[in-house]
Nanobody, 120 residues
Framework: QVQLVESGGGLVQAGGSLRLSCAASGGTFSTNAMGWFRQAPGKEREFVAACSWNGGVTNYADSVKGRFTISKDNAVRTVYLQMINLKPEDTGVYYC?????????????WGQGTQVTVSS
């Protein structure tokens, strides 16, 4: 079973940038497709971005296209989410998860998440 630990969140002004990291320990990582999801207060968790096992194929929610970039480094067992031009509506707790390649549906366990707060 893979354990996931997210980090890199924080408070940033609108227009700012953050890079989130998701470190995996245990289990298999290099052959897993991975994704980022977020949950705003009072809302359901939603898909943000995902990539194939080697990062060669990526997919993004329409709301983040052109601003967020997902990448995966199998050598250090980490998946990243680079976020630029952040908006207040990007505020939420960000989680990473293993996903099913193609459908990008999350499977397996969640980490504790990392809080991102974007002020206007």
């Amino acid at each position: 079973q893979v354990q996931l630990v997210e980090s890199g969140g924080g408070l940033v002004q609108a227009g700012g940038s953050l890079r989130l990291s998701c470190a995996a320990s245990g289990g298999t990582f290099s052959t897993n497709a991975m994704g980022w999801f977020r949950q705003a207060p009072g809302k359901e968790r939603e898909f943000v971005a995902a990539c194939s096992w080697n990062g060669g194929v990526t997919n993004y929610a329409d709301s983040v296209k052109g601003r967020f970039t997902i990448s995966k480094d199998n050598a250090v067992r980490t998946v990243y989410l680079q976020m630029i031009n952040l908006k207040p509506e990007d505020t939420g707790v960000y989680y990473c998860s293993r996903v099913i390649g193609g459908s990008w549906a999350p499977i397996g366990s969640w980490g504790q998440g990392t809080q991102v707060t974007v002020s206007s």
